[in-house]
Protein backbone atom coordinates (compact mmCIF):
# COMPACT_ATOMS: atom_id res chain seq x y z
CA UNK A 1 0.00 0.00 0.00
CA UNK A 2 1.92 3.44 -0.99
CA UNK A 3 -1.13 5.46 0.40
CA UNK A 4 1.10 8.68 -0.07
CA UNK A 5 0.55 8.38 -3.50
CA UNK A 6 -2.55 9.64 -3.50
CA UNK A 7 -3.48 11.54 0.23
CA UNK A 8 -2.18 12.58 2.86
CA UNK A 9 -2.01 9.28 5.67
CA UNK A 10 -4.27 11.60 7.78
CA UNK A 11 -7.37 8.84 8.39
CA UNK A 12 -6.15 5.76 6.25
CA UNK A 13 -7.53 2.53 7.48
CA UNK A 14 -5.13 0.08 7.75
CA UNK A 15 -5.77 -3.29 6.18
CA UNK A 16 -3.90 -5.04 8.82
CA UNK A 17 -6.03 -3.50 11.48
CA UNK A 18 -9.60 -4.25 12.53
CA UNK A 19 -11.61 -1.08 12.66
CA UNK A 20 -14.79 0.45 13.70
CA UNK A 21 -17.39 2.90 11.52
CA UNK A 22 -18.74 5.85 13.42
CA UNK A 23 -22.07 7.26 12.42
CA UNK A 24 -23.10 10.70 12.74
CA UNK A 25 -25.62 10.81 15.63
CA UNK A 26 -29.63 9.48 15.08
CA UNK A 27 -32.16 12.10 13.00
CA UNK A 28 -28.85 13.74 11.36
CA UNK A 29 -27.72 10.45 9.40
CA UNK A 30 -29.69 11.21 6.17
CA UNK A 31 -29.42 14.63 6.22
CA UNK A 32 -25.41 14.35 6.46
CA UNK A 33 -24.80 11.18 5.85
CA UNK A 34 -20.87 10.59 6.10
CA UNK A 35 -18.89 7.39 7.85
CA UNK A 36 -15.69 7.99 9.87
CA UNK A 37 -13.71 5.04 10.32
CA UNK A 38 -11.73 4.42 13.02
CA UNK A 39 -9.92 1.18 13.33
CA UNK A 40 -9.05 -0.01 16.84
CA UNK A 41 -5.38 0.24 18.14
CA UNK A 42 -2.92 -3.36 18.06
CA UNK A 43 -1.26 -3.22 21.48
CA UNK A 44 0.21 -7.09 21.18
CA UNK A 45 3.52 -7.65 19.87
CA UNK A 46 3.83 -10.71 17.42
CA UNK A 47 6.53 -12.56 15.94
CA UNK A 48 6.15 -12.33 12.35
CA UNK A 49 7.68 -13.66 9.30
CA UNK A 50 6.55 -11.85 5.82
CA UNK A 51 3.93 -13.82 3.77
CA UNK A 52 5.17 -13.27 0.12
CA UNK A 53 7.89 -16.02 0.78
CA UNK A 54 8.57 -16.05 -3.21
CA UNK A 55 12.16 -14.87 -3.93
CA UNK A 56 14.98 -15.63 -6.68
CA UNK A 57 18.46 -14.22 -7.31
CA UNK A 58 16.86 -12.26 -10.24
CA UNK A 59 14.08 -10.70 -8.30
CA UNK A 60 16.30 -9.32 -5.47
CA UNK A 61 18.75 -8.10 -7.92
CA UNK A 62 16.26 -6.67 -9.83
CA UNK A 63 14.70 -5.05 -6.80
CA UNK A 64 18.69 -3.70 -5.61
CA UNK A 65 19.41 -2.04 -8.80
CA UNK A 66 16.03 -0.10 -8.55
CA UNK A 67 17.10 0.94 -4.80
CA UNK A 68 20.03 1.74 -6.22
CA UNK A 69 18.72 4.05 -9.02
CA UNK A 70 16.39 5.61 -6.59
CA UNK A 71 19.37 6.22 -4.19
CA UNK A 72 21.16 8.02 -7.01
CA UNK A 73 18.95 10.09 -8.18
CA UNK A 74 17.61 11.92 -4.69
CA UNK A 75 21.40 12.39 -3.73
CA UNK A 76 21.50 14.53 -7.53
CA UNK A 77 17.95 16.27 -6.37
CA UNK A 78 17.54 19.95 -5.12
CA UNK A 79 14.94 18.26 -2.39
CA UNK A 80 18.36 15.97 -0.56
CA UNK A 81 20.05 18.95 -0.99
CA UNK A 82 17.97 21.35 0.57
CA UNK A 83 16.64 18.85 3.16
CA UNK A 84 20.61 18.15 4.11
CA UNK A 85 20.82 21.98 4.57
CA UNK A 86 17.66 21.90 6.83
CA UNK A 87 19.58 19.27 9.17
CA UNK A 88 22.47 21.68 9.70
CA UNK A 89 21.43 24.20 10.69
CA UNK A 90 21.72 24.84 14.52
CA UNK A 91 17.92 25.00 14.69
CA UNK A 92 18.00 20.96 14.38
CA UNK A 93 21.16 19.86 14.18
CA UNK A 94 21.72 21.04 18.22
CA UNK A 95 18.57 19.44 18.79
CA UNK A 96 20.22 16.05 17.20
CA UNK A 97 23.31 16.49 19.01
CA UNK A 98 21.31 17.06 22.40
CA UNK A 99 19.22 13.59 21.48
CA UNK A 100 22.35 11.61 20.63
CA UNK A 101 24.32 12.79 24.36
CA UNK A 102 27.54 11.48 25.74
CA UNK A 103 26.32 7.71 23.89
CA UNK A 104 27.75 9.32 21.14
CA UNK A 105 24.87 7.05 18.73
CA UNK A 106 21.64 7.10 17.16
CA UNK A 107 19.56 4.16 16.26
CA UNK A 108 17.12 4.54 13.85
CA UNK A 109 14.16 2.60 13.62
CA UNK A 110 12.01 2.31 10.54
CA UNK A 111 8.01 1.71 11.03
CA UNK A 112 5.64 1.65 7.82
CA UNK A 113 8.41 1.96 5.20
CA UNK A 114 5.47 -0.04 2.71
CA UNK A 115 6.74 -1.91 -0.25
CA UNK A 116 9.72 -0.78 -1.54
CA UNK A 117 9.17 -3.28 -4.49
CA UNK A 118 5.84 -2.36 -5.94
CA UNK A 119 5.97 1.37 -5.12
CA UNK A 120 7.98 4.52 -5.79
CA UNK A 121 7.63 6.51 -2.57
CA UNK A 122 8.66 3.98 -0.42
CA UNK A 123 11.97 3.92 -2.00
CA UNK A 124 12.70 7.53 -1.99
CA UNK A 125 11.57 7.21 1.92
CA UNK A 126 13.88 4.65 2.27
CA UNK A 127 16.82 6.18 0.26
CA UNK A 128 16.02 9.15 2.26
CA UNK A 129 17.09 6.99 5.29
CA UNK A 130 19.91 5.51 3.75
CA UNK A 131 21.56 8.77 2.63
CA UNK A 132 21.13 10.39 6.30
CA UNK A 133 23.00 7.27 7.20
CA UNK A 134 25.44 7.52 4.67
CA UNK A 135 25.89 11.16 5.43
CA UNK A 136 26.04 11.45 9.36
CA UNK A 137 28.85 8.99 11.57
CA UNK A 138 26.51 9.37 14.66
CA UNK A 139 23.28 7.23 12.56
CA UNK A 140 23.86 4.14 14.18
CA UNK A 141 22.08 1.07 13.52
CA UNK A 142 18.99 0.77 11.19
CA UNK A 143 16.10 -1.20 12.31
CA UNK A 144 13.19 -1.72 9.67
CA UNK A 145 10.05 -3.59 10.23
CA UNK A 146 6.41 -3.69 8.16
CA UNK A 147 4.18 -6.17 7.97
CA UNK A 148 3.61 -6.04 3.93
CA UNK A 149 7.36 -6.68 3.65
CA UNK A 150 8.16 -9.72 1.26
CA UNK A 151 10.56 -12.24 1.71
CA UNK A 152 12.67 -10.71 -1.09
CA UNK A 153 12.48 -7.29 -0.08
CA UNK A 154 13.83 -8.60 3.53
CA UNK A 155 17.10 -9.91 1.57
CA UNK A 156 17.44 -6.69 -0.21
CA UNK A 157 17.07 -4.93 2.94
CA UNK A 158 19.62 -6.93 4.84
CA UNK A 159 22.38 -6.62 1.98
CA UNK A 160 21.35 -2.32 2.53
CA UNK A 161 22.47 -2.70 5.93
CA UNK A 162 19.84 -2.85 7.41
CA UNK A 163 18.10 -5.03 9.95
CA UNK A 164 14.53 -6.17 9.65
CA UNK A 165 12.70 -7.19 12.65
CA UNK A 166 10.72 -10.72 13.20
CA UNK A 167 8.63 -9.10 15.57
CA UNK A 168 6.08 -6.93 14.93
CA UNK A 169 6.21 -4.38 17.68
CA UNK A 170 2.68 -2.47 17.08
CA UNK A 171 5.23 0.73 16.49
CA UNK A 172 5.84 0.03 20.76
CA UNK A 173 9.40 0.38 20.73
CA UNK A 174 10.61 2.03 24.15
CA UNK A 175 13.30 4.30 23.40
CA UNK A 176 15.78 3.12 26.00
CA UNK A 177 18.64 5.28 24.08
CA UNK A 178 18.64 7.46 21.27
CA UNK A 179 16.03 6.89 18.65
CA UNK A 180 15.35 8.27 15.50
CA UNK A 181 11.76 7.20 14.57
CA UNK A 182 11.67 7.25 10.95
CA UNK A 183 7.96 6.72 10.21
CA UNK A 184 6.65 8.55 7.11
CA UNK A 185 3.28 8.72 6.26
CA UNK A 186 2.41 6.07 8.91
CA UNK A 187 -0.91 5.89 9.81
CA UNK A 188 -1.94 8.17 13.52
CA UNK A 189 -2.74 4.57 15.48
CA UNK A 190 1.44 3.75 14.77
CA UNK A 191 2.08 7.00 16.43
CA UNK A 192 -0.39 6.65 18.86
CA UNK A 193 1.27 3.35 20.02
CA UNK A 194 4.67 4.45 19.87
CA UNK A 195 4.03 8.03 21.94
CA UNK A 196 1.69 5.51 24.36
CA UNK A 197 4.79 3.21 25.37
CA UNK A 198 7.47 5.96 25.30
CA UNK A 199 4.87 8.32 27.92
CA UNK A 200 7.49 9.22 30.39
CA UNK A 201 10.06 12.13 30.47
CA UNK A 202 13.43 10.12 30.03
CA UNK A 203 12.08 7.80 27.19
CA UNK A 204 10.36 10.90 25.03
CA UNK A 205 13.70 12.56 25.65
CA UNK A 206 15.55 9.94 23.89
CA UNK A 207 13.26 10.17 20.93
CA UNK A 208 13.13 12.18 17.37
CA UNK A 209 10.71 11.52 15.43
CA UNK A 210 10.38 11.79 11.01
CA UNK A 211 6.72 11.91 10.46
CA UNK A 212 2.91 13.12 9.58
CA UNK A 213 2.24 16.71 11.30
CA UNK A 214 1.16 16.49 14.78
CA UNK A 215 -0.35 20.12 13.79
CA UNK A 216 -2.16 18.83 10.71
CA UNK A 217 -3.80 15.89 12.98
CA UNK A 218 -4.79 18.70 15.52
CA UNK A 219 -6.35 20.31 13.01
CA UNK A 220 -7.63 17.95 11.33
CA UNK A 221 -9.93 16.96 14.82
CA UNK A 222 -10.73 20.24 15.91
CA UNK A 223 -12.12 20.80 12.33
CA UNK A 224 -14.33 17.48 12.56
CA UNK A 225 -15.26 17.65 15.99
CA UNK A 226 -15.77 14.12 16.61
CA UNK A 227 -14.70 13.13 19.82
CA UNK A 228 -14.19 9.09 18.80
CA UNK A 229 -11.75 11.27 16.54
CA UNK A 230 -10.14 12.81 18.98
CA UNK A 231 -10.49 9.79 21.46
CA UNK A 232 -8.30 7.62 19.01
CA UNK A 233 -5.23 10.87 18.59
CA UNK A 234 -5.59 11.72 22.11
CA UNK A 235 -1.62 10.98 22.57
CA UNK A 236 -0.78 13.21 19.43
CA UNK A 237 -2.77 15.85 20.83
CA UNK A 238 -1.33 15.42 24.63
CA UNK A 239 2.26 15.65 23.37
CA UNK A 240 1.86 18.66 20.95
CA UNK A 241 2.83 20.78 23.97
CA UNK A 242 5.80 19.46 24.50
CA UNK A 243 6.88 18.90 21.01
CA UNK A 244 8.80 21.16 18.85
CA UNK A 245 7.84 20.18 15.28
CA UNK A 246 9.80 21.29 12.36
CA UNK A 247 7.95 20.84 8.56
CA UNK A 248 10.00 19.66 6.49
CA UNK A 249 8.51 21.58 3.50
CA UNK A 250 8.27 24.88 5.09
CA UNK A 251 10.84 27.64 4.93
CA UNK A 252 13.58 26.64 3.89
CA UNK A 253 12.51 24.06 1.41
CA UNK A 254 10.28 26.51 -0.18
CA UNK A 255 13.40 27.36 -2.91
CA UNK A 256 13.30 23.24 -3.32
CA UNK A 257 9.54 23.20 -3.70
CA UNK A 258 9.64 26.00 -6.31
CA UNK A 259 12.55 23.73 -8.26
CA UNK A 260 10.10 20.90 -8.04
CA UNK A 261 7.48 23.18 -9.60
CA UNK A 262 9.34 24.48 -12.21
CA UNK A 263 11.09 20.48 -12.80
CA UNK A 264 7.30 18.81 -12.32
CA UNK A 265 6.58 19.28 -16.25
CA UNK A 266 9.98 17.51 -17.39
CA UNK A 267 10.47 15.55 -14.61
CA UNK A 268 8.14 13.20 -13.03
CA UNK A 269 10.53 12.14 -10.05
CA UNK A 270 9.58 15.50 -9.21
CA UNK A 271 6.08 14.33 -8.38
CA UNK A 272 7.04 10.93 -6.58
CA UNK A 273 9.57 12.88 -4.43
CA UNK A 274 6.43 15.09 -3.41
CA UNK A 275 4.33 11.86 -2.93
CA UNK A 276 6.78 9.94 -0.92
CA UNK A 277 7.49 13.43 1.40
CA UNK A 278 4.29 15.79 1.91
CA UNK A 279 3.41 17.38 5.47
CA UNK A 280 5.95 15.15 6.66
CA UNK A 281 7.80 16.88 10.30
CA UNK A 282 10.76 16.38 12.25
CA UNK A 283 9.61 15.80 15.63
CA UNK A 284 11.92 16.96 18.69
CA UNK A 285 10.84 15.87 22.25
CA UNK A 286 12.90 18.32 24.54
CA UNK A 287 10.86 17.55 27.62
CA UNK A 288 11.60 19.49 30.97
CA UNK A 289 11.89 17.10 33.91
CA UNK A 290 10.08 19.36 35.86
CA UNK A 291 7.15 20.12 33.21
CA UNK A 292 3.87 18.09 34.21
CA UNK A 293 3.94 15.50 32.00
CA UNK A 294 1.34 12.88 34.14
CA UNK A 295 -1.24 16.39 33.90
CA UNK A 296 -1.08 15.62 30.13
CA UNK A 297 -1.36 12.01 30.19
CA UNK A 298 -4.75 11.20 27.51
C1 LIG B 1 -0.11 4.62 5.02
S1 LIG B 1 1.04 3.34 4.68
C2 LIG B 1 2.50 4.24 4.30
C3 LIG B 1 3.46 3.44 3.49
C4 LIG B 1 4.68 4.27 2.98
N1 LIG B 1 5.42 4.86 4.06
C5 LIG B 1 4.20 5.32 2.00
O1 LIG B 1 4.29 6.52 2.28
O2 LIG B 1 3.74 4.92 0.91
C6 LIG B 1 1.31 2.76 6.32
C7 LIG B 1 2.20 1.54 6.40
O3 LIG B 1 2.28 1.14 7.76
C8 LIG B 1 2.40 -0.25 7.77
N2 LIG B 1 2.12 -0.80 9.09
C9 LIG B 1 0.93 -1.21 9.59
N3 LIG B 1 1.08 -1.72 10.82
C10 LIG B 1 2.40 -1.64 11.11
C11 LIG B 1 3.19 -2.02 12.22
N4 LIG B 1 2.64 -2.60 13.28
N5 LIG B 1 4.52 -1.77 12.21
C12 LIG B 1 5.09 -1.18 11.13
N6 LIG B 1 4.40 -0.82 10.02
C13 LIG B 1 3.07 -1.04 10.01
C14 LIG B 1 1.42 -0.69 6.71
O4 LIG B 1 1.66 -2.02 6.28
C15 LIG B 1 1.68 0.34 5.63
O5 LIG B 1 2.67 -0.09 4.72
Known amino acids: MASSAQTPALDKPNPTEDWTVVLPRRGKQKRNFHKVIIHERQKQEQLWTPADIETNPERESKLMQK ?14 LKFLDQ ?36 RLQLSLAILMKRMFSWIGEVEVFDPVISLA ?5 TALGCSVLTVNEQGRRQALRPTMFFMPHCDAELYENLLEANWRHDLLSNMTLFGNSFEAYEQHVSECKILKLADSRKHI ?17 IVAIRQFVKERSIDPF ?3 LFRAFHGSSWHFFDIDPLSDLCDAKP
Do not use: N
Open 270 to 272: SDD
Open 153 to 157: ESRVL
Open 87 to 122: LQTPEIFDRFLKAVGSEGKMQMVIYGIGSIESYEPP
Open 237 to 253: LAIRQFVKELPIDSRKH
Open 67 to 80: IQTCIRKLEISSFW
